[in-house]
């Protein structure tokens, strides 16, 4: 957006060059050292991958069990999770406990589940905890590692800022520094959560909420939408100076309070939570804003621009001192001022590994302090994330590709790859890949790669690598295939022969087109996971995660009828698969005996069981299926909907549905998703006649049927699909604007899905180019240019046009605290204006090719005054480019900074002005 299409005090100080990038990292002011990996011998240590989370509420957070140390797992390790939460507020109850199974035969290094967590709409932030609950024999836990972590529920209506810019600074030209501030919720208008933001706040470092802060007058704050503000920094204590603690005693959280409408109970305001990346550090120092590259080698030797403010100055591409440039208190080794002021080039010493602060000293006493734009990465060891292949014969010599990063660092090169304790040939092919010729060894040996600067590559499962004796698989093609067998496999490897014999499992499979490095064989039947392997005369093939065939198990795609009585008896087919002639069917903890129709289809009669719904589970030798929502069945003695029709209809509403079910029995509600029905006839006990309500967002609902504390369960029969309709305009907020355009407009309706800009909306025959659809009875458009008076805001989608309704009025500019201002004839060929605080519309009469700047000052003009305390900028609508065009007041120095420079007769003109009160301008007439 172009910030100068914004009113107000941004005219006066904008284009003064404030810095207004955004941060993009998460800033600490001190960096924890991490603790070594844990080693232990078994299957390996398992602990979780981070130390916190966090995720928006009603929405899953990932968790990773990460293992460290252990080959190839001999057994299965299985991970239980426990969440410790308020169930059905903060989770649902399924949610409670997760089971993590790391399978016998894989070589993981980590594997991850997603825990759900409920939506209710809160404005403060909610912690729960997950926690290893247990991990299986062959596994271990670390003596001292993450085994606990806090999950934080993030309030859907919390105000959070994401990122303060710049990151530090004071004050000049008697004007705080203005800080771009991005985040979420500064104002919130949902249909439940409704907050504004009442003010800005400086939280010093070490204040609690009973200590003083810091607060910014509402006249210093623009809002600029629910996720951008600009704020004038206050005047704050604690300047910043180099030595420990004075960086957090200079050091301020940025906190946005809000009221909420309705008021919350037991408080109506909240205040953004303290952050890392809400922190400004104040100083009248200099500062780091950016820098030109952000990470090199830890050999330095990289150029890197550095931009901040009050650097020392010199001129352009002669020698800095290099004392005035550290990168993590090392001395830069070349220092240059460039043709930019508050700018040096320069190049980075080595360093080890690891982020470190850009520092720039004024040359006097004071010190730039660490932000997260003076962040610079000393790139750290070499990785290695996969092996191919990762095993080979006993007498070495495969070729064996090893992929990662930060394989060179510079132009350097690792000294060595080593397998286990043996060197290898290697060739460097790019700095994430090198070749290497596997040297002689035995049993399973961790890869490394050991570089002069960066060091020796960290443990790793996937860079395990094991020798083999005799024939070696390396792949199967595919590797899973149904329970019944018959799939085709091709087998790919090493060291085969005519006389190889293969088995899945323990069960011998038909083999044939046999050669040295690829074997064709059809699977038997079986059920689980089962390894491959190939016999050649008393040599059999090493198991591993590339000799294991998945026998599919089963799948639930769905249940019908999913619905019956708590007495049982319901004969319900359950669709899938993979099913066998042996499975078993689980509803909740019941244990049922199937009908076996065919590998997709079971029939079972269903047990008694006590109300409520439960998930119909398959059971084979591959195990069971996993619990969907769509296998669910739900024992109740309430309505039940079996079918609707029709199933669909326009969000309009009123098309006539027929719902077939049971037990409806007066008095009964129904539902079609949200919205209510309020036209409905109970024809019997099976059969409803209902009018569709209207609904404002296209696609499928439910219809649920209610009686007393029975509500009828959710299933595909009962869904009803609400399809967009034309075109309806119920409400335009607001309903009138400026001749000029460029505000926006919220359009509430019915049909509004599909619109698109520019094209589909209209004020009156001037078409929107930008709009933004919510859904589909709500969405926003940026008001176009146009004359003044009523006209008809028209919304046009594939399914046709709204009604043409006069429901929308331009009018000229005069709203309070702005107004025309008619020229008044002067003695002596001059002209008077009379400005009102804060704009004033004039059309310009004074003469041709007027320096804007000569009238604002009065030069040369009888009567005049000097204004350019009160005129702080000057606005041009250019209608042949649909741009604003500004002349700022004391800019005239700084190339760029203004669009014009001088007046044009008859061109209008927006004038802004600060102070109060009236100001008369006076302006020279033409002759």
């Known amino acids: 957006m172009n910030v100068r299409k914004r009113a107000g005090w941004q005219a006066g100080w904008l284009w003064r060059g404030v810095a207004a990038f955004i941060a993009v990292g998460a800033f600490a002011l001190f960096a924890q050292e991490a603790a070594p990996p844990a080693r232990a011998t078994g299957e390996g240590v398992f602990q979780l991958d981070k130390t916190a989370y966090a995720t928006n509420e009603g929405t899953a957070v990932q968790v990773t069990v990460v293992r460290t140390d252990g080959g190839t797992l001999t057994q299965d390790v299985q991970v239980i999770l426990a969440v410790d939460g308020v169930t059905e507020f903060d989770i649902p109850s399924a949610e409670a406990t997760k089971l993590i199974t790391f399978p016998a035969g894989s070589n993981l290094s980590s594997k991850s589940v997603m825990i759900q967590t409920l939506n209710k709409e809160q404005f403060a932030d909610r912690t729960i905890?997950?926690?290893?609950?247990?991990?299986?024999?062959?596994?271990?836990?670390?003596?001292?590692?993450?085994?606990?972590?806090?999950?934080?529920?993030?309030?859907?209506?919390?105000?959070?800022?994401?990122?303060?810019?710049?990151?530090?600074?004071?004050?000049?030209?008697?004007?705080?520094?203005?800080?771009?501030?991005?985040?979420?919720?500064?104002?919130?208008?949902?249909?439940?959560?409704?907050?504004?933001?009442?003010?800005?706040?400086?939280?010093?470092?070490?204040?609690?909420?009973?200590?003083?802060?810091?607060?910014?007058?509402?006249?210093?704050?623009?809002?600029?939408?629910?996720?951008?503000?600009?704020?004038?920094?206050?005047?704050?204590?604690?300047?910043?100076?180099?030595?420990?603690?004075?960086?957090?005693?200079?050091?301020?959280?940025?906190?946005?309070?809000?009221?909420?409408?309705?008021?919350?109970?037991?408080?109506?305001?909240?205040?953004?939570?303290?952050?890392?990346?809400?922190?400004?550090?104040?100083?009248?120092?200099?500062t780091v804003t950016g820098l030109s590259v952000q990470k090199g080698p830890p050999t330095g030797g990289t150029s890197v621009i550095v931009s901040g403010t009050k650097f020392p100055s010199g001129a352009a591409d002669t020698d800095c001192p290099l004392s005035l440039v550290t990168f993590g208190g090392t001395q830069v080794t070349s220092c240059k001022f460039t043709t930019q002021p508050n700018q040096f080039r320069v190049t980075t010493p080595a360093h080890l590994s690891g982020f470190v602060d850009v520092v720039v000293y004024d040359g006097v006493s004071k010190y730039s302090p660490a932000v997260p734009a003076s962040r610079y990465n000393y790139q750290g060891v070499p990785v290695i994330t996969n092996l191919s292949p990762n095993f080979g014969p006993q007498g070495g010599g495969t070729t064996v590709l090893i992929s990662g990063s930060g394989f060179f660092v510079g132009s350097q090169q690792p000294t060595s790859v080593k397998f286990g304790g043996n060197a290898a040939q290697f060739t460097m092919i790019s700095d994430t890949l090198i070749q290497a010729v596997a040297p002689p060894g035995t049993g399973v040996q961790q890869v490394t790669i050991v570089h002069p600067v960066s060091g020796t590559s960290d443990f790793r499962s996937e860079a395990n690598y094991t020798y083999t004796v005799g024939p070696a698989i390396t792949s199967l093609s595919p590797s899973h295939g149904p329970s019944g067998g018959g799939t085709v496999v091709t087998i790919t490897g090493t060291g085969f022969a005519a006389s190889a014999v293969v088995k899945f499992g323990d069960v011998q499979a038909f083999t044939n087109q046999i050669t040295e490095t690829s074997i064709v064989a059809v699977a038997p039947a079986g059920t689980g996971i089962v390894n491959v392997s190939v016999s050649v005369n008393t040599n059999v093939t090493a198991a591993g995660p590339q000799t294991q065939y998945q026998y599919d198990g089963p799948a639930v795609t769905g249940v019908t009828p999913n619905a019956g009585p708590p007495a049982g008896g319901t004969a319900i087919v359950i669709k899938g698969t993979n099913f066998t002639s042996a499975s078993q069917v689980i509803i909740g903890n019941a244990l049922v005996t199937p009908v076996f129709v065919d590998t997709t289809t079971l029939t079972a009669v269903t047990p008694a069981q006590t109300a409520g719904a439960y998930h119909v589970q398959v059971r084979t030798g591959s195990g069971t299926s996993t619990q969907v929502p769509d296998d669910l069945f739900t024992y109740t003695s309430g309505p039940i909907v079996d079918s609707v029709n029709p199933n669909n209809g326009p969000t309009t509403g009123g098309t006539i549905v027929v719902i077939t079910g049971k037990n409806f029995l007066a008095p009964l509600t129904i539902n079609f998703g949200a919205a209510p029905a309020t036209s409905f006839n109970i024809n019997s006990a099976t059969q409803i006649t209902v009018l569709s309500p209207p609904n404002p967002t296209a696609g499928p609902t439910d219809i649920r049927v209610t009686r007393g504390a029975d509500v009828s369960p959710v299933s595909p029969t009962a869904k009803f699909q609400y399809v967009a309709s034309t075109p309806k305009v119920t409400q335009v907020t607001p309903n009138s604007g400026s001749t000029f355009g460029g505000f926006e407009v919220t359009i509430t309706g019915l049909g509004l899905s599909g619109a698109v800009c520019p094209g589909s909306i209209k004020f009156g025959a001037v078409p929107a180019s930008s709009c933004t659809v919510t859904n589909d009875s709500s969405l926003t458009v940026t008001a176009p240019a146009n004359v003044s008076g009523p006209t008809v805001i028209t919304v046009t989608t594939a399914n046709g046009t709204s009604d043409i309704v006069p429901n929308f009025t331009y009018v000229s500019p005069n709203a309070p605290g702005g107004g025309t201002a008619p020229p008044a004839p002067g003695p002596g060929g001059t002209t008077t204006y009379t400005l009102s605080a804060r704009w004033t519309l004039l059309t310009w009469t004074g003469g041709a090719n007027v320096p804007v700047s000569d009238a604002i000052r009065g030069t040369g003009v009888p009567g005049a005054s000097d204004l350019s305390q009160r005129i702080t900028a000057v606005f041009l609508w250019d209608s042949a480019e649909s741009s604003w065009k500004a002349y700022f007041t004391g800019a005239e120095g700084i190339p760029g900074a203004s669009d014009f420079s001088q007046f044009t007769p008859g061109a209008v003109y927006w004038v802004a002005v600060q102070g109060t009160g009236q100001v008369p301008w006076v302006v020279v007439t033409p002759p």
């Not at 400086?202 to 210093?220: D, H, K, Q, R, Y």
């Not at 004038?232 to 946005?256: G, H, I």
């Open 129 to 286: 905890q997950v926690t290893i609950l247990s991990v299986s024999v062959g596994g271990q836990l670390p003596l001292n590692g993450r085994t606990t972590a806090p999950i934080t529920l993030l309030g859907s209506g919390t105000p959070r800022i994401f990122s303060v810019s710049p990151g530090s600074g004071g004050s000049y030209a008697g004007e705080g520094a203005i800080l771009t501030i991005t985040g979420e919720n500064f104002i919130v208008q949902g249909a439940t959560i409704q907050s504004t933001t009442i003010a800005v706040e400086f939280w010093g470092f070490f204040a609690s909420n009973l200590e003083t802060f810091v607060p910014v007058p509402g006249t210093e704050v623009q809002i600029m939408s629910p996720t951008l503000m600009y704020v004038r920094v206050p005047a704050l204590l604690a300047d910043y100076v180099l030595n420990y603690p004075n960086q957090l005693n200079s050091t301020y959280d940025v906190r946005v309070k809000v009221d909420t409408t309705p008021p919350q109970v037991p408080s109506s305001t909240f205040l953004s939570p303290r952050v890392p990346a809400d922190q400004f550090v104040y100083t009248t120092g200099p």
